[in-house]
């Protein structure tokens, strides 16, 4: 109880110390008040906005609750309540505040100081975490927080400011928008809840301005309209083909993030089929763009997006490193097969092949360590499908990576690359007991060892004499 005292006098002291954010001037919703909104916000009360609070997380609210409590400004922001107004349960919650990191991280006792430049807090409640950001200002100020390349790209975006600055750094103006889970009232600085009903998404601002400043919103663009069937505003998809290469220029790491979030979010379909019309598929996955264009290898990257949204709407889990796999797999058959043909032995080309695709990749895209890994163990795996003699499939079983393995080898049946003969088979041997593993071993005609070639006898050279 003390200490929460404490707690509450020493946040209110802080508040004395701490920036002075000038406050938006609020306007309530009434019909004819709707224009320049960004100038200021509209209020959305709840009978109006029609908020279902079931769909809140209790964590979120607490967060909101204990900094109102301790004098500071606190909203629930961003995608979280563009969910809310779609009457989707959010699947995380990020709250934004007036007060600075180090005066949130005071507030809650199980919370942490996140980020070196962009700091952000951690609050935890039991398995949740909730992200709390103070509001961001303008990246068009001349300090040294704010950096832009030539490209019009931001580097450093790191200024504190007020509620309605926040607003107007934000993307689209779904995602501009505020809720106070006190008042109930939704905050609209951009006119995202007309947006949103309306089923469009816009970005704010001048389009062309803000993909330089940022290409990864070209992506978040066709990811959360392919999400939330919002038809993308005409004025932010038209410039996005001419601006597609500026993805050149975004580190690898963050374009992995975003790929992840692209294809396993339940909308893998939908986002390659949107990233293909925008072509923002070339520069992304540079050897996406060949596979794409070829029937099998079409047929076959559909049937992986397929399979992984249909395990993320059942709640399966779904492993990164198997996707990639899938996704560059018709890359590597090719460069097997030229591998083989300068002469080399099938599974030394294989080697090759998967070092020489994944090199290419990774100067685009870094796919982390632990995914790559998994992704090769995949690949290496397949020709011993093959190889259906002596010990070796029963070996094969055991492997740690088989069921990943085994799952993409049915991919490549149902794709047509190899004999769906061959997919039957290991799902009547793995669901065999060891003895009629054996019988079905016997019943396979004796060439099924691709790698096993009858052996020339060497002539033995004449003696010197
Ligand atoms: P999702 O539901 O997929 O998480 P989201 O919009 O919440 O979508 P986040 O990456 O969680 O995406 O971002 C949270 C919020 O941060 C966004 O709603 C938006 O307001 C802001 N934001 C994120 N990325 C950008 C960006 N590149 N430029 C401007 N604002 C951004
Ligand atoms: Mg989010």
């Known amino acids: 109880m003390i200490k929460k005292l404490l707690q509450r006098v020493f946040s209110k002291k802080d508040k004395s110390a701490k920036h002075e954010p000038t406050k938006p001037h609020v306007r309530s919703n009434k019909g004819a008040d709707k224009k320049s909104a960004n100038q200021s916000a509209q209020r959305i009360p709840s009978k109006t906005n029609r908020i279902d609070r079931r769909l809140l997380s209790n964590a979120a609210i607490k967060t909101t609750d204990g900094l ?29 505040t007036d007060a ?19 700091r952000l807090v951690h609050v ?42 926040d607003a107007v750094r934000r993307d689209f103006t779904a995602n501009a928008l505020y809720y106070d889970p006190t008042t109930e009232d939704v905050l609209d600085f951009h006119n995202g809840v007309a947006d949103i009903q309306a089923g469009v998404l816009k970005m704010i601002g001048d389009p062309v301005t803000r993909y330089r400043e940022d290409p990864v919103r070209m992506l978040r663009a066709v990811r959360l309209s392919a999400k939330l069937g919002l038809k993308i505003d005409s004025a932010t998809e038209s410039p996005i083909p001419k601006l597609a290469e500026l993805l050149n220029d975004v580190p690898p790491s963050r374009l992995f993030d975003e ?97 020489e695709v994944s090199d290419i990749q990774a100067e685009k895209l870094a796919i982390h360590k632990r995914y790559s ?39 490549r049946c149902e794709s047509g690359e190899v004999p769906m003969e061959l997919g039957e088979w290991w799902t009547k041997f793995a669901d065999e007991n060891p003895e009629q593993r054996l019988t079905l071993l016997k019943s396979l005609p004796s060439s099924n060892n691709p790698e096993h070639k009858p052996r020339r006898r060497r002539r033995r050279k004449p003696a010197a004499q």
């Open 259 to 355: 790929m992840l979030k692209l294809f396993l979010s339940g909308h893998a379909i939908e986002s390659a089929v949107q990233l293909r019309k925008h072509g923002l598929h070339h520069g992304l996955l540079p050897l996406l763009d060949v596979v794409l264009e070829q029937p099998i290898g079409a047929k076959f990257v559909n049937l992986a997006l397929k399979n992984t949204d249909a395990r993320v709407l059942a709640e399966k889990p779904v492993s990164p490193g198997f996707l990639f796999a899938t996704l560059l797999w018709h890359e590597v058959l090719v460069a097997w097969q030229r591998y083989q043909k300068q002469g080399n032995r099938p599974i030394p080309a294989l080697h090759m092949a998967m070092t």
């Open 124 to 165: 935890m409640f039991g398995d949740e975490t909730i992200e709390v950001s103070t509001f961001r200002g303008s990246h068009l100020g001349e300090g040294d927080d704010n950096q832009v390349a030539d490209s019009g790209r931001i580097l450093r975006d790191n200024v504190f400011g007020n509620q309605e600055e």
């Open 373 to 411: 890994t998994t992704m090769k163990e995949i690949w290496g795996l397949q020709p011993r499908f093959e190889m259906r003699v002596g010990k070796r499939p029963f070996g094969l079983l055991e492997h740690p990576r088989y069921r990943a393995a085994y799952d993409f080898l049915l991919l």
């Open 68 to 96: 109102q409590r301790a004098g500071f400004e606190a909203y629930i922001v961003g995608g979280a309540v563009r969910d809310l107004l779609l009457k989707k349960r959010p699947k995380d919650f990020d709250i934004a």
């Open 100 to 118: 600075t990191p180090e005066q949130v991280n005071r507030v809650f006792r199980r919370s942490r100081i996140i980020g070196r430049r962009f």
